[in-house]
């Protein structure tokens, strides 16, 4: 199998292929459309890594919304709406055997997040919304340039008077709304409590230590406007070219662990609410993906991961 981490903008379809449709649709409302569908293959693509599972989505987060714990054995996602984001519908093509297909596409005409649909019944209500969804003559999609970053004197300034402060929703929708970049810039002015670099050597053996203890970690992909989050054991971790695949139950992560340039440890918040977590960021600057613990398993499970990633070197 091979997987693709970078999706371009949406294709266009020539001859006998499937017809695709822009939707009159932001990521608010598939936030509300998605926990309808019954069964789904979720996959959020972002820079060097995508997360795939099969399930229910639970209620999807938006941007500036107080952060739950955890969604059980549901599909968690995090969006951010209103921001340029647009929504793509490809019907069903039973002759090829391909499901019907929603594609949250982000500001800069990436693909982010792909919702796959085979069970008739999740077509058939996906099919009933679609005359309240249709805008009639579609906008062009004009793929754009990762904007550059400026480092932001204000903005650091902010992170190292809140950091400890902000509430686990504020530290996501950095991933969020701009793609982490902000973020990294802010790390090395922090101090080494709240944020130090880790040698991203180490992540291959780390995974590997992680899938023979079996200890439950959250593993999240980071794009812009869409964050996705799983949590479960992973039960094997394999190479596939330069992706490390780590499956578990309901899903699988892979990552082109090669594409990591930085890797910081940060930790924030306070005693129970407190997170430590392991954040991947590429040669841009944009985060790749980030790794914490499971808060769903108990306090143990939390401090087991706390206290192996805080004895990093």
């Known amino acids: 199998m091979t997987f693709h981490t970078c999706c371009g ?13 822009q939707l009159a649709a932001d990521a608010e409302t598939l936030a509300m459309v998605l926990p309808v569908f019954g069964r789904a293959v979720a ?48 019907p069903a093509d039973p002759a090829r055997r391909r499901p019907a297909t929603l594609h949250l596409i982000d500001p800069l005409g990436r693909i982010a997040h792909r919702t796959e649909l ?28 990762d904007p550059p970053r ?9 992170a190292r008077a809140q950091w400890w402060f902000c509430s686990a ?30 040698e991203p050597g180490i992540l291959p053996s780390l995974l ?12 999240t992909v980071a794009r812009l406007g869409c964050m996705h989050a799983m949590s479960e054991v992973v039960e094997e971790t394999a190479q ?31 005693g129970v609410n407190g997170l430590v977590m392991l954040e991947l960021y590429d ?9 914490g613990a499971d808060t769903r398993n108990g306090l143990a499970t939390r401090q087991e991961w706390d206290r192996l990633a805080t004895g990093l070197a």
Do not use: N
């Open 9 to 21: 903008p949406m294709p266009c379809h020539h001859g006998a292929g499937p017809e695709v449709r």
């Open 43 to 90: 996959t959020t693509i972002g820079p060097h890594a995508l997360i795939s599972e099969t399930g229910s989505y639970a209620a999807a987060e938006l941007a500036g919304q107080p952060s739950r714990p955890g969604t059980g054995s549901r599909i968690g996602l995090r969006l951010a709406a209103g921001r340029g984001e647009r929504l793509f519908y490809i």
């Open 118 to 145: 085979a069970a008739p019944e999740d077509i058939l209500m996906l099919s009933s919304m679609l005359p309240e969804l249709d805008p009639g003559v579609p906008d062009p999609i004009a793929p754009e340039e």
């Open 150 to 158: 400026v480092l932001s004197l204000p903005a650091i300034r902010q």
């Open 169 to 198: 929703c504020r530290h996501q929708d950095d991933f969020l709304l701009d793609g982490g970049g902000q973020r990294r810039d802010c790390l090395p002015h922090l101090g080494a409590t709240a944020a130090r670099r880790v």
């Open 208 to 219: 590997e230590h992680l899938s023979h203890r079996g200890l439950p970690f959250t593993r």
């Open 240 to 270: 596939d070219g330069r992706m490390t695949v780590l499956r578990s139950g309901s899903g699988l992560m892979a990552i082109d662990l090669s594409a990591v340039r930085q890797c910081w440890l940060t930790r924030w918040g306070h």
């Open 283 to 291: 040669a841009k600057g944009r985060c790749i993906g980030y790794f």
